[in-house]
């Protein structure tokens, strides 16, 4: 018998069940800091873009600055996240303040929160494209490009991993290719 649990963990909790041994290994976002002897290896990019419901929704072809955008409610994970801490520097980069109006759990809230009108929020291109070809969000075109994000596979060196976690680990590395 072989069992599995999937848990749902911002990348930091992610990084600290694997700290704590809770965990054999872990599949999160970037950025990561990871600490003592892990390690990472990423499994894909993704690019997020980023999104607003019919409310927020911009001209199509209109190629917005972010600084056109300060006045509008955010929608992101909350601070201390790895996609808070990608989304503050961002803003940064760009001498600007990523001020955050509402705060989701999971990317799929920020998705839902788009939809029902509560603001702005960057959202995977891959996942947004059929909702966007549905009409129920829109993306907003923007001058500046968020960087590109990984996922990325993290283990704890010193952690003998069994025979069921290096197949799953192994699945993991060749369906991402």
Do not use: W
């Amino acid at each position: 018998d072989v069992k599995i649990k999937l848990t749902n963990h911002s990348t930091n909790q992610a990084v600290n069940a694997l700290k704590a041994g809770l965990v054999d290994f872990a599949v999160v976002t970037t950025p990561v800091n990871l600490t003592g002897d892990m390690k990472s290896e990423s499994l894909c990019s993704f690019h997020d873009i980023l999104i607003a419901g019919p409310k927020y929704s911009q001209p199509d072809n209109k190629i917005i600055h972010l600084e056109e955008l300060q006045d509008y409610p955010f929608i992101s994970l909350a601070e201390g996240t790895g996609t808070h801490d990608h989304y503050t520097k961002f803003f940064y980069d760009n001498n600007l303040h990523f001020n955050l109006d509402l705060e989701a759990s999971t990317t799929d809230q920020v998705l839902a929160m788009v939809q029902a009108n509560l603001g702005l929020g960057f959202y995977p291109e891959e996942l947004a494209s059929e909702y966007i070809m549905r009409g129920e969000i829109f993306p907003v075109n923007l001058y500046e490009s968020a960087p590109d994000r990984d996922i990325v596979l993290i283990r704890e060196s010193r952690h003998t991993e069994s025979i069921a976690a290096k197949k799953l680990i192994n699945f993991l590395k060749h369906t991402t290719d």
